[in-house]
């Protein structure tokens, strides 16, 4: 049971998932036809806003200290507190990238101190202080910081924190985990309508976690099952394969995995994928209109899009992988996901793009 508990670096890699929102704070994003989420996006000025985007170039041009003194000093001549915590939650997440992790807690916490209770930014701040922990190994921090830190709630199933899952795997607190992910998983199955024998393509890393607690509980036939469901969407996250490579030596033998595991297994060691996904953070991110001929007839449904971005983080291109209801929210996803610009990525050849996936749920809010 340790060397399971001990596995959940994922893959060695940290938690490079939870980059997933430097100005908003969505695991994936929800287009509500009424009503709307606890969480406020912040409401930057215009110099703020320009601050970010030459922040941006500035990553793109590979001048990222000049970026972090320049977002630094104008946090400290700001009097706005969402434009201060927009600043510094920029900054911090720059000092992170590049490892400053004494900065980034400093510059973090300044940011979680002017974000109000409310704000999405006050949530983004925490993420980012969860991943700077994490990387120092600093994992009963993690669990003290979700645990007494105020923020918004977000109207989605997405109610827990990875971060905060996998610190309390990492603890040995598998019985928790266990809970929270059934907390997770549910909910979202469940707002996506999904039959039982249908994968689940949001939460990976929550699916991850709830099969590690299951396996290291010796929950046999939940492990077994979670094992299968996520071999079916090995492509979908970097942190599904090797989770399951880990875990496949442990299980295969028991009794139970002739008559549930896949007949062929093939798994690579390392990412499963189409050959040019890689993990991405989104620096603005882009909420779909809901159809009105949707709304009209009481329709909800999900998206899933494959979305190809160049160095700079602009996207290039689209396309549907999966949908439900077929085709009724398709057009709506994909004007949405051509607005979004992600963090860029100077290891990206110019000339070259690199590709993403997003779910989009499309729910009427009662």
Known sequence: MSRIV?????????????????????????????????????????????????????????????????LLAQAATTRKDADRA?????????????????????????????????????????????QALWEQKRYQQIIELYESTNVCVLESPWTASYSYGAALLKTGQLDRVYELAAAVIGPMRESMNLRDDEPLYDGFEWQVLGMSAQCALQKRRPCLESWRDLYRIRDMSETISPALSFMLPRIKDWPEAQAILPGTITLDAGVANDGDWVP?????????????????????????????????????????????????????????????????????PAGETRATRKLYQFRIAR
């Open 6 to 70: 001990a596995f959940l670096g994922l893959a060695g890699r940290g938690y490079v998932p939870l980059w997933l929102a430097l100005l908003s704070c969505t695991a994936c994003a929800y287009a509500h036809a009424a009503g709307a989420a606890e969480c406020e996006s912040p409401r930057n000025s215009r110099q703020v806003r320009t601050a970010v985007e030459d922040a941006r170039s500035a990553i793109a041009e590979g001048r990222a200290a000049s970026a972090i003194e320049s």
């Open 86 to 130: 927009t600043l510094l939650l920029t900054a911090g997440y720059l000092q992170l990238r590049g490892r400053q992790l004494d900065e980034a807690s400093d510059t973090l916490a300044a940011a979680m101190q002017a974000a109000s209770p409310d704000s999405a930014t006050r949530r983004s701040v925490r993420e980012l202080m969860a």
């Open 280 to 348: 991405a953070a989104i620096m603005r991110d882009a909420v779909p209109a809901y159809p009105t001929s949707a709304i009209r007839n009481g329709q909800e449904g999900w998206v899933l899009l494959r979305i190809e971005f160049d160095r700079d983080g602009n996207v290039s291109d689209a396309e549907v992988l999966k949908s439900r209801p077929e085709r009724v929210f398709d057009a709506a996803a994909l004007s949405a996901a051509k607005r979004i610009v992600m963090m860029p990525s100077p290891d990206i």
